[in-house]
């Protein structure tokens, strides 16, 4: 799992920046990515989409438990990096059943290698609203023009 | 010879976190042996309640002051002024390695707070956070200069009075016969140690603190309340509500911190350096944004309920300045602008 970049990966362009999107993944609309595991857990982290948008990971902060049933959207945690702070939310509906104790003592592996060691969490439960990459890139697509209002709509506040 | 002697005291972090102990262990190792260092050991400094030994004897120590903390030393620092261990500000020159080179030199805004408290005592008290390095040199190295600068700082004040005079930093309150703090010899390494139960309050800067009273109005627990100089005081610590910093974020010059907050600019990070700057990702993560004041107004219903008290919503002790409030300086917004100018979007 350390290959951040297996060669069937697609891209993402930002700006110049290209988002490798490996292909053998399901995505999640909150920009995390999800493999599947035979024995239904399935384990999260961050696409290099919202890496890229994040930067350096400073702290990482979980604010449930393992063992915990979320719903989907629940507050999971929150993140801070370099920068970009924000609350981090249940990819999918279901139980969780890790987290990567790892990221926690060094986030920095989630800039070194978001799709391997990167790994956030896992969890138990059904990847029905989950998108293969190709939707995910769509996905990010047709929200690239409102993602960077969003971003620059901050200022304004 | 000289007789400086600066008092280190390194606050242990909570739990029992393999790397911070480790830290711990080889930092008191060498400091220990260090000449000119008086080393002791207290649980983390933000858990001592009034009765534990570690905070009698902090305020037992006299003369100049370095304190190692798992916390922002802005934190540390006022945190050591509301239990009466109060001094002038030290300025420390260790500065985390891994900081952004376009953060490193900003002034922060200049303060426009009413200040500590009556007369500080002549010593300097020096605040180190443990977070920024993980190996023990850089703050070996810093504790050297410290040692060095209340020396020379000491020196020239007696030469200044020009008075032979054994030279004690500080003005002690109760100094023994040998003007040493009593409390020096008084407490065993085991009494310093003694378990600290968690905690949780917050921590007014008042180097920051304009006495405004919002926070007295919005927090509706009793935990503040104002001193005989009617200035604002975090009066009951522990009516506070574990987990719940609604007050801070209610507070419009970010003077009130909860030193073991998650967020950085809650637990007391440098005003200016990482709040204001950051772009919020939550609603592209999934989530909704919410400004502060509805967030807090949310956090304190929720303790409100769990007290078995009812929901007050925006009904009680809401700030009235809210309409015309800018975010921050110029400064910020430009730089937040330059920052997602370098993200290529």
Redesign the interface.
């Known amino acids: 799992m350390g290959d951040s970049q297996p060669a069937d990966s697609l891209t993402f362009q930002?700006?110049?920046?290209a988002a490798a999107l490996p292909a053998d993944m399901r995505y999640c609309?909150?920009?995390m990515w999800c493999r599947p595991g035979d024995d239904g857990v399935h384990r999260f982290g961050f696409t290099a989409y919202?890496i890229?948008?994040?930067q350096d990971v400073?702290?990482l902060?979980w604010c449930v438990n393992v063992g915990d049933v979320l719903a989907v959207?629940q507050?999971v945690g929150?993140i801070?990096?370099?920068?970009?702070?924000?609350?981090?939310?249940a990819?999918i509906a279901g139980k969780l059943t890790a987290f990567n104790q790892d990221v926690l003592?060094d986030p920095s592996h989630i800039n070194v290698d978001g799709y391997g060691r990167g790994w956030l969490f896992e969890m138990a439960g059904d990847l029905d609203t989950t998108l293969d990459v190709h939707a995910y890139r769509a996905f990010l697509a047709a929200n690239w023009d409102q993602?960077?209002r969003?971003?620059?709509g901050?200022?304004g506040? | 010879m000289s007789r400086h002697r600066l008092t280190v005291v390194l606050s242990q972090a909570p739990g029992k976190h393999p790397?911070k102990r480790s830290l711990e262990e080889s930092l008191a190792a060498a400091l220990l042996m260090e000449p000119g260092v008086d080393l002791s050991i207290v649980p983390n400094l933000y858990d001592l309640g009034p009765d534990h030994t570690g905070r009698l004897y902090l305020e037992g120590v006299t003369g100049d002051l370095a304190v190692l903390t798992w916390h922002f030393p802005r934190a540390a620092f006022w945190l050591l002024d509301r239990i009466g261990v109060k001094g002038h500000e030290g300025e420390t020159q260790l500065k985390p390695a891994s900081d952004?080179e376009d953060e490193a030199d900003e002034a922060p805004p200049e303060s426009q707070g009413i200040g500590a408290a009556g007369a500080l005592p002549d010593r300097h008290i020096y605040c180190l956070d443990l977070r920024d390095f993980n190996t023990a040199d850089p703050y070996l190295a810093e504790v050297r200069r410290i040692v060095a600068e209340c020396r020379d700082r000491a020196e020239q004040k007696q030469s200044a009075n020009g008075v032979a005079q054994v030279v004690q930093l500080g003005v002690p309150a109760k100094p023994d016969a040998n003007g040493h703090a009593p409390a020096l010899a008084a407490f065993s390494p085991e009494q310093l140690l003694a378990p600290a139960d968690r905690r949780w309050y917050p921590v007014i800067d008042y180097s920051r603190c304009t006495n405004c009273l919002e926070c007295l109005d919005f927090c509706l627990f009793g935990v503040y309340g104002v001193d005989s100089m009617e200035r604002i005081l975090v009066e009951h610590q522990d009516s506070c509500k574990k987990g719940c910093p609604a007050c801070s974020r209610v507070c419009p010059e970010q003077a009130i911190m909860f030193p073991e907050y998650?967020?950085?600019a809650i637990a007391g990070a440098p005003v200016g350096a990482?709040s204001g700057l950051?772009?919020?990702?939550?609603?592209?993560?999934?989530?909704e944004v919410k400004d502060a004041l509805a967030t807090a107004v949310e956090e304190r219903d929720r303790e409100l309920v769990a007290d078995g008290r009812d929901a007050v919503g925006m009904a009680v002790g809401i700030p009235m300045r809210q309409a015309g409030k800018a975010?921050g300086p110029k400064d910020d917004?430009d730089k937040?602008?330059d920052?997602?100018d370098s993200?290529?979007?």
């Open positions: 930002m700006g110049k920046f609309r909150n920009h919202a890229r948008l994040m400073y702290f902060d959207k507050q929150n801070e990096t370099s920068k970009a702070v924000s609350d981090l939310f990819p003592k993602t960077q969003i971003l620059k901050q200022m506040e | 790397a952004d998650k967020t950085a990482i950051k772009i919020d990702l939550t609603k592209l993560f999934g989530g975010q917004l937040l602008m920052d997602l993200l290529d979007l």
